[in-house]
T-cell receptor
Framework: ETGVTQTPRHLVMGMTNKKSLKCEQH?????MYWYKQSAKKPLELMFV???????ENNSVPSRFSPECPNSSHLFLHLHTLQPEDSALYLC?????????FGSGTRLTVV | AQSVTQLGSHVSVSEGALVLLRCNYS??????LFWYVQYPNQGLQLLLK??????LVKGINGFEAEFKKSETSFHLTKPSAHMSDAAEYFC????????????FGSGTRLLVRP
């Protein structure tokens, strides 16, 4: 347990489904992030939230919709995904001297 | 802008041999540097970090790294590899603009042969 908890650990969804990924941290960090890790590709930063406000969206398709209701929780809402969206989705939180990552959600889109 | 280059997508060593994973960075300001390890189907675990102070940094599991400003390097080493060290290793630098983003290298997969 790293202090950042992601649920579910595994998710299989059809292209017409709507699902949500959840991330929770109680480390007192004020910044939270979503990363995407695809096979044979570098880690891609998707979204950045600072003090609940989105400060960065790295040209992520609108079928991914983040939500940050408070500094401890971060969601990633998914709808009408494509098979190429299958990946490991990692959540992280940070303080000045480093990041803490969750264990990730392995998403498979069928 | 900061960036990170990891030389070698795969490194193979024998059990008991020295582990050396290379990382070079580009930064116009003093960097904060990190090494993370990722085991299969897991998230990223912090091995060690350099922010300020001593340039030789010791981390978990017997790993260490040395910040060399003149070479813009932050190579990761371990004197004697263990089978359990087989994993993917990521070097990263924190962007010093207002975003405070963590910028990753492409990763190096370490294989340990019996």
């Amino acid at each position: 347990e790293t202090g950042v908890t992601q649920t579910p650990r595994h998710l299989v969804m059809g292209m017409t489904n709507k699902k949500s990924l959840k991330c929770e941290q109680h480390l007192g960090h004020n910044a939270m992030y979503w990363y995407k890790q695809s096979a044979k590709k570098p880690l891609e930063l998707m979204f950045v939230y600072n003090f609940k406000e989105q400060t960065e969206n790295n040209s992520v398709p609108s079928r991914f919709s983040p939500e940050c209701p408070n500094s401890s929780h971060l969601f990633l809402h998914l709808h009408t995904l494509q098979p190429e969206d299958s990946a490991l989705y990692l959540c992280a939180s940070s303080e000045q001297n480093g990041y803490t990552f969750g264990s990730g959600t392995r998403l498979t889109v069928v | 802008a900061q960036s990170v280059t990891q030389l070698g997508s795969h490194v193979s060593v024998s059990e008991g041999a020295l582990v050396l994973l290379r990382c070079n960075y580009s930064s116009s300001v003093p960097p904060y540097l990190f090494w993370y390890v990722q085991y299969p189907n897991q998230g990223l675990q912090l091995l060690l970090k350099y922010t300020t102070g001593a340039t030789l940094v010791k981390g978990i599991n017997g790993f260490e790294a040395e910040f060399k400003k003149s070479e813009t390097s932050f190579h990761l080493t371990k004197p004697s590899a263990h089978m359990s060290d087989a994993a993917e290793y990521f070097c990263a630098v924190i962007s010093m603009d207002s975003s405070y983003k963590l910028i990753f290298g492409s990763g190096t997969r370490l294989l340990v042969r019996p």
